[in-house]
Nanobody
Framework: QVQLVESGGGLVQAGGSLRLSCAAS????????MGWFRQAPGKEREFVSA????????YYADSVKGRFTISRDNAKNTAYLQMSSLKPEDTAVYYC????????????????????WGQGTQVTVSS
């Protein structure tokens, strides 16, 4: 089992940047694929990005491609989401998630395919 804690959210102006962190407990972080999702008020949770256990495979939603970068440091048990050129429509609660059973290329953008979730961190982008 793994516990996830997000941090790094906040209020930023459009065009600004933020880096989210997702700290994981346990010794097996390097065996988990990690995903970032977001949920805006009144909307469903949507996929943002995912990274394989080794970091060799990465996926992005079209809406963030070229602006967001996912990474991980297995030595620090932490995954990151660097967000740049932020837009008001990026405003949401951002969640990190982990899973181990499935290869990342299978349903990487499906929330219920992830086993563990953090509590979320609020990102607000003002216009």
């Amino acid at each position: 089992q793994v516990q996830l804690v997000e941090s790094g959210g906040g209020l930023v102006q459009a065009g600004g940047s933020l880096r989210l962190s997702c700290a994981a407990s346990g010794r097996t972080f390097s065996t988990y694929a990690m995903g970032w999702f977001r949920q805006a008020p009144g909307k469903e949770r949507e996929f943002v990005s995912a990274i394989s256990p080794s970091g060799s495979s990465i996926y992005y939603a079209d809406s963030v491609k070229g602006r967001f970068t996912i990474s991980r440091d297995n030595a620090k048990n932490t995954a990151y989401l660097q967000m740049s050129s932020l837009k008001p429509e990026d405003t949401a609660v951002y969640y990190c998630a982990a899973r181990r059973a499935l290869p990342l290329h299978i349903d990487y953008n499906v929330p219920f395919k992830y086993d563990y979730w953090g509590q979320g961190t609020q990102v607000t982008v003002s216009s």
